[in-house]
């Protein structure tokens, strides 16, 4: 079909290598509508102009704790961990109640390698609320702690499976986690789980999990 597609499309423009550049546009597109396995162009872009849109709003407020915890968890996708913490000690005073903003601090202290620090910050998220982000800081903490601890790294990432039971992306995740640190049997049954949740998800809802249960049929037939 889509070598056809090309050769129609050569027709068209008299240039297989326009031919070739519309086809690659077209696939994008249809992918971002009803797959989503490629990255969004936009996504960067956006998020550059709102961290551009909160320091301005922190050049004309400093004391605006909101921006400043937004900020820091713009940052933080970009891994710029450095800025995110200290923005973040900025906004502690008035936010050590919030189970959200233990768990950013907690990613950056595991960002820039303080392991301890950023695992009693993001179990105190969990403290917090043990559902805090659906259970993703229990992934951070496996993630960052499979090289030096890997025991308490699966005890982490057994307490994430237990609450995201019905998550096509978590149990993808859990599946990389379990292959990198070496339990492949494991891995298997995360990436089939995946690929299973998916099956019996309501249409809205695959939507935004088809790719990832494509991502685990790939990392299953590799194993």
Do not use: C
């Not at 704790?65 to 906004?91: F, P």
Request: glycine share 4%; charged share 30%.
């Amino acid at each position: 079909m889509k070598l056809l597609l090309f050769f129609l499309l050569t027709w068209l423009t008299g240039n297989p290598f326009l031919a070739l550049l519309v086809l690659l546009v077209i696939i994008y597109f249809l992918d971002r509508r009803y797959v989503g396995v490629f990255p969004s162009f936009m996504k960067p872009f956006r998020r550059s102009r709102n961290i551009a849109r909160l320091r301005q709003q922190l050049a004309v407020n400093h004391f605006d704790v909101s921006a400043k915890r937004e900020l820091a968890r713009l940052l933080l996708e970009r891994k710029r961990y450095r800025e995110a913490y200290d923005l973040l000690q900025e906004a502690k005073p008035s936010s050590e109640s919030s189970a959200e903003f233990w768990d950013d601090l907690g990613t950056a202290s595991l960002g820039l390698g303080h392991l301890e620090e950023g695992e009693e910050q993001i179990l105190r998220a969990l403290q917090i609320n043990d559902r805090v982000k659906y259970g993703q800081p229990y992934l951070h903490l496996a993630s960052a702690l499979k090289d030096k601890e890997p025991e308490k790294a699966l005890d982490y990432a057994a307490r994430f499976r237990e609450i995201q039971s019905s998550s096509s992306e978590a149990y993808y995740l859990l599946g990389t986690l379990y292959h990198s640190l070496g339990s492949k049997e494991e891995a298997r049954k995360a990436f089939d789980e995946s690929i299973a949740v998916y099956r019996t998800l309501p249409k809205y809802k695959k939507r935004q999990e088809r790719k990832w249960a494509l991502r685990s049929y790939v990392k299953r037939m590799v194993l």
